[in-house]
């Protein structure tokens, strides 16, 4: 998985629309007009290059904005699952909540997955449920209104945390990012 | 009046004084940078950032880069920096995260470079100039039918039109066994730049001998 990554960051090249500068501004919060985020999140479904500029920025600084000892930097977030008519297949990862890893065993399908990843202090489930050829998302988290962007190739989504929960639904099976609460990031992809 | 203004870069990069208070130079082979007080004391701040960065960022890329490499990529984002990227700097984030910025790009076209030499599957036509043996992945049909003699002609053919710049590369590399990192030293480029010469040395090569034997299949190895 990793070095799919490297190679699909060597292969993205450099920014054609000179926004990392931009995009940067966002990541450290040099940037705060609304306008401005929301078109730097708009780039950042167009742009792979400074997308994974926006991913590594936050994996090796800490909410602070202070670099993490080299040591100290941890794993991307990866979830990866595969959608069948009506069910799910969860695909091994360390973020599945235990109730399920036996159907990851067991590579048993499924008719919703559960995950929980870290976000800042606190740590928020993600639920996949299958619905024919896409998928819904929900996310839990503590803080009502929290941000949380769903960035896939060419489109962006918003949603805000409203009593706990979030949700994005009719999400097409791909690659795709979720952004929580600005710089927490959630790799999903989904395969058909 | 003489600026007084003496320091070292790790690089090695040295300014040095000039008539008058402003601006501050830096002198790095035989050409002159000139950089704004206020780039310069940027600059001068953040440099140990570069290092951690390129460390930082190579090791979330999952990428073994060598304290060699990480030597070289550091030049590479010093040069960027001097020669353009602090005049493009707009102030949009902090000058930290912009250096994040450059260093990222640096390590993304070192792992390219460093990529497209080794990889195999974007590249089937190697050629490895050597006296003795030239060819591989060929059927025994095929090597009845060739000279080794014949192909080493037409390498010294293709080499010989070639510009000094390729020659001095060709040889070094491909005769010599200098690694790139070592011939863009000598030839005081960047490993990223005799990269791609030296992949297009191996793409003229090929073609001049595919030229005479079009049914080699795979590389010349």
Known sequence: ???????????AGTCENDMEQKVMGVAD????????IQQVFAHLAECDSCRYLYEDYFAIHDDDGNLIEEGEIGETVELGMKLEPGSIVPLATDFMVEGQ??????????????????????????????????????LSASGDGTRVILISPGTMETATVEKGIARFDNVMPGRFLLVINMRHLVTVTITK | MYCNYNMYLTTGVRAVPLWGKNPVAYKKNTRWY????????LLLEHLPLIKKFIKS??????A?????????????????????AMKEFRGECRFSTYLFKVVHNAVSDYLKSRNKITSVDTDDHHIH?????????????????????????????????M?????????????????????????????????????????????????????MKKGIH
Request: hydrophobic share 35%.
């Open chain 1, 101 to 138: 890893r036996a159907a990851v065993l067991s590579g048993e399908a499924v008719s919703m997955v559960e995950y929980r990843v870290p976000a800042g202090g606190d740590n928020v489930d993600v639920k996949v449920y299958p619905c024919d050829d896409t998928v819904s998302i929900q």
């Open chain 1, 29 to 36: 919060s040099t940037i705060t007009s609304e306008e401005e």
């Open chain 2, 34 to 41: 000139s950089m704004a007080d206020r780039d310069n004391s």
């Open chain 2, 129 to 161: 100039y050597h006296p003795s043996m030239m060819v591989d992945d060929f059927s025994s049909s095929i090597i009845d039918t060739m000279k080794t003699e014949d192909i080493m002609e037409i390498v010294h053919n293709e080499v010989k039109s």
């Open chain 2, 163 to 215: 510009k000094e710049e390729l020659r001095l590369i060709f040889h070094w590399y491909f005769v010599e066994k200098y690694t790139q990192v070592e011939v863009a030293r000598m030839m005081r480029k960047s490993q990223s730049t005799i990269a791609e010469h030296i992949e297009n040395i191996r793409r003229t090569l090929t073609r001049a001998v595919k030229g005479r034997y079009p049914e």
């Open chain 2, 64 to 84: 073994r880069i060598s304290d060699e490499e990480a030597d070289d990529i550091q030049q590479d984002v010093i040069e960027r920096l001097l020669k353009k």
């Open chain 1, 1 to 11: 998985m990793k070095s799919e990554r490297l190679q699909r960051i060597v292969q």
């Open chain 2, 57 to 62: 960022i190579s090791r979330r890329m999952d």
